[in-house]
């Protein structure tokens, strides 16, 4: 027993400062672990598909393909949502949905699902917005706030490419030469004491009415509440959708504003789509 403690342990040969690379064999456990870890891939490479070929791959002896599987799920859960109705919801008109006491709780609660899943990347989890992407939680609405409205814009988008899209222009009324800097802020001081909200004393409001009229009253309106036809937003409420600070708005009418939004039909069904129109117009209060 005494010569095997003395007997020097076996190296590798390799030496670092004095620190010598034992030769010790690697557990027996790990050993079985790696084998069976090769025979498992041996396993998975001829009962599922595995190796790409020049045009296809591989389809295993149990032919399984993940996106069957999917396709699968998907069948399963539009039947699943036929059966609660979703079939009613796409053939009913928005006001019927609205009316039936049946109908409108599987909108509000097929609404709030999908408004999860694709628009609170944007609006936020409760739908409260941030700049550059409204507050759908008020009653501030660029393109109206109906049902009707509130489902075209969820349809066709903002600027989104669709062929019916909604695309509302904010000038870039510095950057393009249409008003001098100093116009620029003058009209941004007369358009912020619409809501109470004038920064320069010093800048004529008499002549930011006049500017305003003259390049901006035909998408806001003379008195600055806005035009839903074209997007316009009311400049005379406390909503501001890039911000109400005198250096933001001096920003917007300086270099224009071109918010999109995309367009969710072809994305989502029809149900999809009137659940969600359902469930926003909710959120704001709707008109």
């Known amino acids: 027993m005494s010569d095997l403690k003395s007997s020097p342990p076996e190296t590798t040969g390799h030496e670092w400062d004095g620190i010598a690379e034992y030769n010790n064999p690697l557990p027996r456990w790990w050993l079985i672990s790696l084998y069976a870890t090769i025979v498992w ?50 053939s009913a008109d928005l006001a019927r949905i609205a009316a039936d006491p049946t109908l409108m709780p599987l909108a509000l609660a097929t609404g709030k699902a999908a408004f999860g899943d694709n628009c609170a990347a944007c609006h936020g989890t409760a739908a409260t917005g941030r700049t ?26 903002i600027r989104s490419g ?22 620029v802020e003058t009209v941004a001081n007369y358009v912020l004491s619409l809501s109470g909200k004038a ?13 305003f009229s003259q390049t901006c009253a035909a998408c806001h309106g003379e008195q600055g509440r806005g035009n839903p036809e074209m997007g316009a937003p009311d400049l005379a409420d ?50």
């Open 41 to 90: 891939a041996f396993g998975y490479w001829i009962v599922y598909p595995a190796w790409p070929l020049v045009a296809d791959h591989t389809r295993g002896l149990l032919g399984f393909s993940t996106r069957a599987a999917v396709l699968a799920d998907v069948a399963a859960t539009r039947s699943a949502r036929a059966a609660l109705g979703q079939e009613k919801l796409a």
């Open 162 to 183: 669709h062929a019916d899209t909604r695309a509302g222009e904010m000038p870039a009324f510095g950057r393009d030469g249409i008003l001098k800097r100093d116009e």
């Open 199 to 211: 920064f320069a004393p010093s800048l004529s409001l008499q002549r930011g009415a006049e500017i």
């Open 132 to 157: 550059g992407y409204p507050n759908l939680q008020d009653d501030d609405w660029l393109w109206g706030g109906s049902l009707d409205a509130v489902a075209q814009t969820i349809r066709v988008g």
């Open 238 to 287: 406390a909503v501001w959708l890039y911000g109400s600070a005198p250096q933001e708005v001096v920003a917007t009418i300086q270099g224009g504003r071109r918010g999109v939004m995309p367009t969710w039909e072809g994305r989502l069904d029809a149900a999809t789509i009137k659940s969600l129109a359902v469930y926003v117009h909710g959120l704001g209060g709707g008109k």
